[in-house]
C-alpha cells in the first residue's frame, strides 16, 4: 500500500502553489464568485481508510458529477431499456452541444453530456413531482455517503434555472423528436436541481464508494448495482466522463473519472480506492484544471490505472 498520507499531502502542497489555476464558470454566477485558490482532495480506500488535503470539507456544487448517482438511480428504475434513450459512445463534441442532436435524431451520445443527462432525469422523474424526484435522488447519495447533512444549494439551483437557455433549448429539441416523456420543465427542475448538489470531497469519495467495491457499500455491505452495472458505469466514466477531453484524461490519468463544471472530479481506482479532488478553475473544457493534474500525481505516485501500473516511466 502506498503512503497516501504523505501523498495527499504532498500533492495539496503541490496545488497549492500551482501558477497556473485556471478560471470558474462564469456563466453561473455564484459558480463565478468562487475562490479559485482552493483545492481539495480525499481518497478513501478498500480497507476503509480516508486520506484528506488542502480544502477536503469545503463545500462545492456537484455540477455534472451528479450525472453518476442519476445515472445508477436510472438504471435501477428501466435497466438496459435506458440505452434505447441515450448512446454509450464519447460525443467529441462540448458538452452542451446541441449539433449532434439533429442529425442524430434526438438520442444524446452517452449519458453524461447535458442532453444525455437531461433524458436521465425525465427517466428519474417516474410519476413523481420534480421535488419529490429531487429527495430520492439526494436520500440515495446520502445513504451512499454514510452523510445526513446533504443538500442542495439553493442559490445555485435557481442560478441554474435563470441562466440555463441551453439546456432549455437541448430538453424541448429532444421533446420534439419523441425523446422525453414529461414536461420539459419539470425535467428540467429536476435536472438543474441535482447539479446544484453542495458536497465536499470528503463525502463525494465516501458516496463513490460502491463503484470502487464491485457495486457494494462498504458500510452496510448493501449492494447498491451489480458488479457488471458497477464496472459498466466505471467504463462510461473512463469513455465519456470528461467530454472532449475524456480521451486526454483516461490517458494522463488511467481512472474512470467524472467531472463537473463547480471544480469537482470523482475518479475510481476499482478495488482500491474511491477519490474526489476539488479546484474550481477550469481548463478550455470544462473540468478543474488543478483537480485533472493533481489526479495524473496521484496515479502515477500510487501506480494506480486500469491500464497497468502508471508509476512506470516512459520510454
Given at each position: 500500500?502506498?503512503?497516501?498520507?504523505?501523498?495527499?499531502?504532498?500533492?495539496?502542497?503541490?496545488?497549492?502553489?500551482?501558477?497556473?489555476?485556471?478560471?470558474?464558470?462564469?456563466?453561473?454566477?455564484?459558480?463565478?464568485?468562487?475562490?479559485?485558490?482552493?483545492?481539495?482532495?480525499?481518497?478513501?480506500?478498500?480497507?476503509?481508510?480516508?486520506?484528506?488535503?488542502?480544502?477536503?470539507?469545503?463545500?462545492?456544487?456537484?455540477?455534472?458529477?451528479?450525472?453518476?448517482?442519476?445515472?445508477?438511480?436510472?438504471?435501477?428504475?428501466?435497466?438496459?431499456?435506458?440505452?434505447d434513450r441515450v448512446g454509450r459512445e464519447?460525443?467529441?463534441?462540448?458538452?452542451?452541444?446541441?449539433?449532434?442532436?439533429?442529425?442524430?435524431?434526438?438520442?444524446?451520445?452517452?449519458?453524461?453530456?447535458?442532453?444525455?443527462a437531461i433524458v436521465v432525469a425525465d427517466?428519474?422523474?417516474?410519476?413523481?413531482?420534480?421535488?419529490?424526484?429531487?429527495?430520492?435522488?439526494?436520500?440515495?447519495?446520502?445513504?451512499?455517503?454514510?452523510?445526513?447533512?446533504?443538500?442542495?444549494?439553493?442559490?445555485?439551483?435557481?442560478?441554474?434555472?435563470?441562466?440555463?437557455?441551453?439546456?432549455?433549448?437541448?430538453?424541448?429539441?429532444?421533446?420534439?423528436?419523441?425523446?422525453?416523456?414529461?414536461?420539459?420543465?419539470?425535467?428540467?427542475?429536476?435536472?438543474?436541481?441535482?447539479?446544484?448538489?453542495?458536497?465536499?470531497c470528503r463525502q463525494l469519495a465516501m458516496?463513490?464508494?460502491?463503484?470502487?467495491?464491485?457495486?457494494?457499500?462498504?458500510?452496510?455491505?448493501?449492494?447498491?448495482?451489480?458488479?457488471?452495472?458497477?464496472?459498466?458505469?466505471?467504463?462510461?466514466?473512463?469513455?465519456?466522463?470528461?467530454?472532449?477531453?475524456?480521451?486526454?484524461?483516461?490517458?494522463?490519468?488511467?481512472?474512470?473519472?467524472?467531472?463537473?463544471?463547480?471544480?469537482?472530479?470523482?475518479?475510481?481506482?476499482?478495488?482500491?480506492?474511491?477519490?474526489?479532488?476539488?479546484?474550481?478553475?477550469?481548463?478550455?473544457?470544462?473540468?478543474?484544471?488543478?483537480?485533472?493534474?493533481?489526479?495524473?500525481?496521484?496515479?502515477?505516485?500510487?501506480?494506480?490505472?486500469?491500464?497497468?501500473?502508471?508509476?512506470?516511466?516512459?520510454?
Amino acid at each position: 500500500m502506498p503512503d497516501l498520507t504523505a501523498i495527499v499531502a504532498e500533492i495539496a502542497e503541490e496545488m497549492r502553489a500551482a501558477p497556473d489555476r485556471g478560471r470558474p464558470a462564469d456563466y453561473i454566477p455564484p459558480l463565478a464568485r468562487v475562490d479559485p485558490g482552493q483545492f481539495g482532495m480525499a481518497v478513501v480506500t478498500a480497507d476503509g481508510g480516508v486520506f484528506t488535503g488542502g480544502s477536503a470539507d469545503a463545500l462545492f456544487s456537484l455540477q455534472s458529477v451528479s450525472k453518476v448517482f442519476a445515472l445508477t438511480l436510472a438504471l435501477g428504475r428501466v435497466g438496459d431499456q435506458l440505452w434505447d434513450r441515450v448512446g454509450r459512445e464519447p460525443s467529441g463534441s462540448a458538452f452542451n452541444s446541441i449539433v449532434q442532436l439533429e442529425s442524430e435524431h434526438g438520442i444524446p451520445r452517452n449519458p453524461f453530456i447535458n442532453a444525455g443527462a437531461i433524458v436521465v432525469a425525465d427517466v428519474n422523474l417516474g410519476r413523481s413531482a420534480p421535488r419529490a424526484s429531487l429527495a430520492e435522488l439526494i436520500n440515495f447519495i446520502r445513504h451512499l455517503a454514510d452523510d445526513e447533512t446533504i443538500a442542495v444549494d439553493v442559490e445555485v439551483a435557481g442560478s441554474e434555472a435563470q441562466t440555463g437557455f441551453r439546456n432549455v433549448a437541448l430538453a424541448n429539441y429532444m421533446k420534439s423528436f419523441g425523446n422525453l416523456n414529461h414536461a420539459p420543465e419539470d425535467v428540467l427542475a429536476l435536472y438543474f436541481g441535482q447539479c446544484a448538489v453542495a458536497m465536499s470531497c470528503r463525502q463525494l469519495a465516501m458516496a463513490g464508494r460502491y463503484l470502487m467495491a464491485g457495486g457494494r457499500n462498504p458500510t452496510s455491505g448493501h449492494r447498491v448495482v451489480s458488479e457488471a452495472r458497477a464496472r459498466r458505469i466505471n467504463a462510461l466514466m473512463l469513455t465519456c466522463g470528461h467530454y472532449d477531453a475524456s480521451g486526454d484524461f483516461a490517458f494522463r490519468v488511467g481512472l474512470p473519472g467524472k467531472s463537473g463544471v463547480g471544480g469537482g472530479i470523482l475518479a475510481v481506482a476499482p478495488g482500491r480506492a474511491s477519490i474526489a479532488v476539488w479546484s474550481p478553475g477550469l481548463n478550455a473544457q470544462g473540468n478543474s484544471q488543478l483537480g485533472t493534474l493533481a489526479l495524473e500525481r496521484l496515479a502515477m505516485r500510487t501506480g494506480w490505472s486500469v491500464f497497468g501500473r502508471a508509476d512506470v516511466p516512459d520510454a
